[in-house]
């Protein structure tokens, strides 16, 4: 299906992926998982996983191959890459690679339709525990699919509460609760805090602002609050009235999700109203760095 892996889209802690094409003549990618000498446990629950999905926000898993210790998953194919390709790269905001404010918050509403999926919408509710750029692909329209489940767990409908064993996700976007129980229990509030984080970063990379370089001390959330109406003022002397709004309404909502404390953090269900209500009725929350 890949020619002997000739076409290499990328890689990733799980496996490096590849293009392909089905007999159909379909276009497809790989994922070929590293490191599955274990019991496939992993493999199998992200192909338990994803397999209970079907929405426009989550990426079609077409099919898996298993023989002996190698393990692939075939997934649709997605031409534009994942998101860190338009909003994380060196690009200038006349580069090629960069997206319009509106397209921007076009994907921030469709990652939240999808995780509101996950956590709400699925027969097994799916907390997926890993969100960031890398796992967000865009398809030929741009709409947003999220994607690698590898560290997804599966919850009864009604439980709240998870149980996992270690830490898990990627550093900058894991919730201080799955570091410490202190801040109180995992649930799919930990999914709500990496999607802020993804939100706020999107920002900040869309206006190429890199706060560390003037104080390593200052974290961007944190400059991001504390220079709130400066930071919206800057963009509207750019964009237009409208847009503007879309940028303090991505500000306010990113700030909401990463809540030091779960409870405090919105489900995104909430999230999704706050994203389609008016500017107007949105206030930004407590300082909580």
Excluded at 120 to 144: A, S, Y
Excluded at 225 to 247: K, M, P, R
């Amino acid at each position: 299906m890949t020619t002997s892996f000739a076409h290499k889209l990328g890689q990733g802690g799980y496996g490096d992926v590849y293009r392909g094409n089905l007999p159909d003549g379909r276009e497809i990618a790989v994922k070929m998982l590293k490191g599955t000498e274990g019991d496939g446990e992993e493999f199998l629950n992200e192909v338990a996983s994803i397999s209970r999905t079907s929405h426009v926000n989550i990426v079609t898993l077409l099919g898996f191959c298993l023989q002996g210790s190698k393990r692939a998953l075939l997934y649709e194919y997605m031409p534009n890459g994942s998101l860190e390709r338009y909003t994380f790269g060196s690009n200038s905001t006349e580069g090629e690679d960069t997206l319009s404010w509106d397209k921007l918050f076009d994907i921030v509403i469709g990652i939240a339709r999808g995780l509101e999926y996950l956590h709400t919408g699925c027969n097994t509710r799916i907390v997926h525990f890993d969100i960031k750029p890398q796992n967000i692909l865009l398809d030929q329209e741009f709409c947003p699919k999220i994607s690698d489940f590898g560290l997804a767990k599966l919850c009864r409908q009604k439980e709240s509460k998870i149980s996992i064993g270690g830490m898990r996700g990627t550093i900058g976007y894991i919730a201080p609760e799955v570091f410490s129980r202190n801040y109180g229990a995992v649930s799919s509030k930990s999914d709500v805090y990496s999607y802020g984080m993804v939100i706020l970063e999107m920002v900040g990379a869309r206006k190429q602002i890199n706060v560390s370089t003037d104080n390593s001390s200052m974290y961007f959330p944190q400059w991001l609050y504390d220079n709130f109406d400066q930071f919206c003022g800057a963009t509207a002397c750019e964009i237009s009235s409208g847009t503007t709004e879309l940028v303090r309404k991505m500000i306010i909502v990113g700030l909401w999700c990463i809540q030091f404390i779960p409870a405090d953090r919105p489900s995104m269900s909430k999230v999704l109203e706050m994203l389609e209500s008016n500017t107007m009725d949105l206030q930004l929350p407590p300082k909580a760095f």
